[in-house]
């Protein structure tokens, strides 16, 4: 698959039951694609992958493969044992996913034989390219980029990286020790201009499940060069692209899709949907970021 360009990490909608609306998803798939994301994320931190069941997880990746025809859907790969994060890789080549990004353990903090063993099972696992997803703040494992160069020497289906470590000089490391063996990818939204700058050449966003349209237009403007266009379109989106670097940001990012039509804000316990004062800041954020839209807008959504 060609790791490149707007890649959502996308939500996970559920139903009042609280269960997954796969019919919703399937039409949010091609409303995102349709709007110029160049493939689509399923299961990591933004769709609630650690309230999911192993068959609940099956099931949404053969529903969204079905409704992508043919566009790259990545399986993200977590689990708190690597048995079950292997058997989960399995599933989700079976799937007909086009690749994998591949997460740390949950909640175990090991060193770095351990982590290297973890991911390295999951590599051996599977035929599929596969994404490393680095991201410290959240999971407390912090892949080096000697660590990372040194996978990348040793797994040929190691393709790209998701670097979430907040520290926009790690993409100049990475690129540094392995040229350019490793495609990599901006984790984090309020990130993504300074990361291209820095050679990134893919974006894993959250706020675009709810601003597709203006999401790509923001990447392409600052791929391009366009500083005038992407520093405008940058100062329009940085208060809503600043909710995913917060703990809520699974309930943020829900509450926007909810305001803007584009999804629900029911989240999985035991987190629990925002309410109060940050209810009504994000309500008003959202609705400053509708007032000003830019000249590219998303499509609108067909619910």
Not at 76 to 99: D, F, I, N, P, R
Not at 123 to 133: D, G, I, N, P
Not at 286 to 297: D, E, F, S
């Amino acid at each position: 698959m060609k790791w490149y360009g707007v890649m959502p990490a996308m939500t996970t909608c559920f139903n009042e039951q609280l269960q997954v609306d796969h019919a919703f998803a399937s039409r949010h798939v091609q409303w995102l694609l349709g709007n110029g994301c160049t493939g689509i994320i399923a299961l990591g931190s933004l769709g609630e992958a650690a309230t999911l069941s192993f068959s609940e997880k099956e099931a949404i990746l053969r529903n969204i493969v079905a409704a992508a025809k043919g566009a790259p859907v990545v399986g993200a790969v977590s689990a708190l044992a690597t048995a079950e994060a292997v058997a989960l890789a399995k599933a989700a080549e079976q799937a007909g996913c086009s690749g994998l990004m591949v997460l740390p353990p949950y909640v175990y903090r090991g060193d770095w034989r351990e982590m290297k063993a973890h991911i390295a099972a999951i590599f051996r696992a599977t035929s599929l390219e596969c994404m490393l997803y680095n991201n410290p703040v959240s999971y407390g494992t912090d892949f080096l980029p000697e660590q990372i160069a040194e996978l990348a020497a040793e797994h040929a289906n190691f393709v790209a990286v998701k670097e979430s470590s907040t520290d926009v000089r790690r993409v100049t490391a990475i690129r540094a020790l392995t040229g350019d063996r490793l495609h990599i990818f901006v984790g984090v939204d309020d990130l993504i201009v300074e990361g291209i700058a820095a050679g990134a050449v893919g974006w894993v966003a959250g706020l675009v499940n709810a601003f597709p349209a203006e999401s790509v237009a923001l990447f392409d403007a600052a791929i391009a060069g366009s500083h005038e266009e992407a520093s405008a379109l940058y100062r329009w989106f940085l208060p809503l692209l600043r909710m995913d670097t917060v703990p809520k940001f699974i309930q943020l990012i829900k509450q926007v899709q909810q305001e803007t039509g584009t999804g629900c804000a029911r989240v999985r316990p035991p987190r629990m949907q925002v309410t109060g004062a940050e209810l009504e800041d994000t309500r008003r954020q959202v609705q400053h970021a509708l007032n000003h839209l830019p000249k590219v807008r998303s499509t609108p959504f067909a619910r």
